[in-house]
């Protein structure tokens, strides 16, 4: 699981005649409409983020995790010298990055290298497996997404390893318990078919800890099984009800779930092509970049070396991605797609909304409340 925060370069997207025009003819006619359109992209407008490998060990091996499953761990040297690591990040804030996305491996076995980040930036997000504790005093104002697979019995079955192959029990039920009534917390659960009786009991469970969730997708990297499964529909039948059902709990947006689980919106599939979260470092992307879909300016996923960019956020393997972060930022850069009536640019202002909300250090998150 990753995170991907949206702020995009102005590439002028295909099919942009009128948009402008038709944006400013709806915002005119609905007054906090435009408040609440303004406000998201104003806030949005001044992210800079970049991700950044921040270990290479981790303390479990998840089923589907295409950080080991692709072997990330061997491709590069994880450099250990915070006084390295001190100069990259002084040389990322001088790219004007300001916003730091920090996975891993597991980023809680480095509390010193979270320090550094915490220190030079002003936004840090780290993604935990929630085996370990963030300790409050000194991350303060840091926000932290917990990764959960499946829900009930099933995060077990696929996340409860040791690095040995031993397995364990009451991993999620661990999480709920380090990060209880912790306001940076939130839990980033990737549904699954198999897990479709569970999403109700699990969404309760992190309501009762005084948590939130957004939901994901999970794609089995290390398997054959298809993306599109059986059933997918009854998936997304299923969510969308416990979303209605508990929408102080489950923070993602109808829209937004319904994309993440099929791939398409209503302009077109997600895929490489639109993606936003690929490395700006990277010659690779040249054409990508020059496509006129839109790309999140300066955003580069390094290794743990410092030296590394990356393909993109996840795993660089486009075909079967559906990380909900990156489908978010597709959708978080795409306004132009959502002018066509009052009530898609609505959707599009609560699905912003709704994004930024799972950051503690967000303006839109409930804890600040008041203070935009």
């Known amino acids: 699981m990753t995170i991907t925060l949206p702020s995009a370069r102005g590439n002028a997207a295909p099919g942009l005649t009128g948009w402008g025009q038709r944006l400013r003819e709806s915002l005119a006619a609905d007054p906090e409409l435009e408040a609440r359109f303004n406000a998201v992209r104003q806030f949005s407008a001044g992210i800079r983020s970049s991700e950044y490998h921040l270990t290479n060990a981790c303390n479990l091996r998840c089923k589907g995790c295409w950080f080991f499953t692709y072997e990330f761990e061997k491709s590069t040297k994880e450099n250990t010298s915070l006084d390295d690591l001190r100069a990259f990040v002084?040389?990322?804030?001088?790219?004007?990055?300001?916003?730091?996305?920090?996975?891993?491996?597991?980023?809680?076995?480095?509390?010193?290298?979270?320090?550094?980040?915490?220190?030079?930036?002003?936004?840090?997000?780290?993604?935990?497996?929630?085996?370990?504790?963030?300790?409050?005093?000194?991350?303060?104002?840091?926000?932290?997404?917990?990764?959960?697979?499946?829900?009930?019995?099933?995060?077990?079955?696929?996340?409860?390893?040791?690095?040995?192959?031993?397995?364990?029990?009451?991993?999620?039920?661990?999480?709920?318990?380090?990060?209880?009534?912790?306001?940076?917390?939130?839990?980033?659960?990737?549904?699954?078919?198999?897990?479709?009786?569970?999403?109700?009991?699990?969404?309760?469970?992190?309501?009762?800890?005084?948590?939130?969730?957004?939901?994901?997708?999970?794609?089995?990297?290390?398997?054959?099984?298809?993306?599109?499964?059986?059933?997918?529909?009854?998936?997304?039948?299923?969510?969308?009800?416990?979303?209605?059902?508990?929408?102080?709990?489950?923070?993602?947006?109808?829209?937004?779930?319904?994309?993440?689980?099929?791939?398409?919106?209503?302009?077109?599939?997600?895929?490489?092509?639109?993606?936003?979260?690929?490395?700006?470092?990277?010659?690779?992307?040249?054409?990508?970049?020059?496509?006129?879909?839109?790309?999140?300016?300066?955003?580069?996923?390094?290794?743990a070396d410092l030296e590394t960019v990356q393909f993109c956020c996840t795993s660089g393997h486009c075909e079967s991605c559906r990380d909900s972060q990156a489908v978010f930022s597709w959708l978080m850069v795409s306004p132009h797609r959502f002018a066509d009536s009052p009530e898609l640019l609505w959707t599009w202002v609560k699905l912003a909304e709704s994004y930024w909300s799972q950051f503690y250090w967000s303006p839109f998150h409930p804890a600040r409340a008041g203070q935009r």
């Open 90 to 303: 002084r040389a990322e804030v001088g790219r004007g990055v300001n916003t730091a996305l920090l996975i891993g491996g597991e980023p809680t076995l480095v509390m010193d290298r979270i320090a550094v980040y915490r220190d030079a930036m002003d936004y840090v997000t780290i993604s935990t497996n929630g085996l370990k504790p963030l300790p409050l005093e000194g991350f303060e104002d840091l926000t932290v997404a917990i990764s959960l697979f499946g829900g009930g019995p099933l995060d077990d079955e696929l996340r409860a390893i040791r690095p040995g192959g031993r397995r364990f029990t009451d991993l999620f039920e661990t999480a709920l318990e380090n990060y209880r009534d912790d306001p940076r917390a939130g839990y980033i659960y990737a549904l699954t078919e198999k897990g479709i009786d569970y999403i109700e009991d699990t969404v309760r469970r992190i309501r009762a800890h005084g948590s939130r969730v957004h939901f994901n997708f999970y794609s089995s990297y290390d398997t054959d099984d298809p993306l599109y499964a059986e059933r997918t529909r009854e998936l997304l039948v299923e969510a969308l009800r416990v979303q209605a059902a508990y929408p102080e709990t489950v923070i993602s947006h109808p829209y937004s779930i319904e994309v993440m689980i099929t791939g398409r919106s209503h302009w077109g599939e997600f895929g490489y092509d639109v993606c936003p979260s690929i490395s700006s470092g990277l010659p690779a992307h040249h054409d990508r970049a020059r496509n006129g879909n839109p790309v999140l300016p300066k955003f580069n996923t390094w290794a």
